[in-house]
Structure formats: C-alpha cells, structure tokens
C-alpha cells in the first residue's frame, strides 16, 4: 500500500523555522521527483518546492524561495522541507506530493503567529 505520511507542522512565532518531514512507504522514491505544496484557508492549492529524482535539482515558488530548503534521502525514503524565516502568509496544510503517479499525504497543519 503507497502512503505518504507528512509530520513537523505546528504553531510558530514570525521568523521561526519548522522542519516537514514526508516518509513513504509501498515505493521507492528515488526514481522519482517529489513536491511540496501548501493550501491556504480558502486558497488554491500552490506548489512550493520541487525536487528531481537525483537531488541535484531544486525549484521553489518566488513566495519562498530564499528562505525554504527541500531535500531528500533516498536511503530513508523521506523528503524534508525546511522552512526558516516563517511569516503569517506561510500558514497552511502542507502536503507531500510524488507527482508521476499523484500520490499525496494526508498534509500538516502550520501556523504561523504570535
């Protein structure tokens, strides 16, 4: 069974930082490139951060970039968001995406505020 189990959401103050985590299971995620997206209360859904199969290549929504830092292990089979430097606008259900086959986690509740 593919699941893809996202944790490290939470409540922040402006300017913390929060590690996501996302561990799948039933494959394999080193032949294939993983995502982060978010969704906020009454948004569209928007992609975040990108990573290919290698690791060698990584996108970021202009929103965050700078301040957010995606990698992987494939040995661990997990994908990490590290997010620094968080604002009010960054709240929201974080999920993890495996995009060849549209697998998604079940997401991660991040709050940011005072």
């Known amino acids: 069974q593919v699941q893809l189990v996202e944790s490290g959401g939470g409540l922040v103050q402006p300017g913390g930082s929060l590690r996501l985590s996302c561990t799948a299971s039933g494959f394999a995620i080193r032949a294939y490139d993983m995502r982060w997206y978010r969704q906020a209360t009454g948004k569209e859904r928007e992609l975040v951060a990108h990573i290919i199969s290698t690791g060698v290549r990584k996108n970021y929504a202009d929103s965050v970039k700078g301040r957010f830092i995606i990698s992987r292990d494939n040995a661990k089979n997990t994908v990490t968001l590290q997010m620094n430097s968080l604002e009010p606008e960054d709240t929201a259900v974080y999920y993890c995406?495996?995009?060849?086959?549209?697998?998604w986690g079940q997401g991660t509740q991040v709050t940011i505020s005072s």
């Open positions: 995406n495996m995009p060849l086959w549209d697998y």
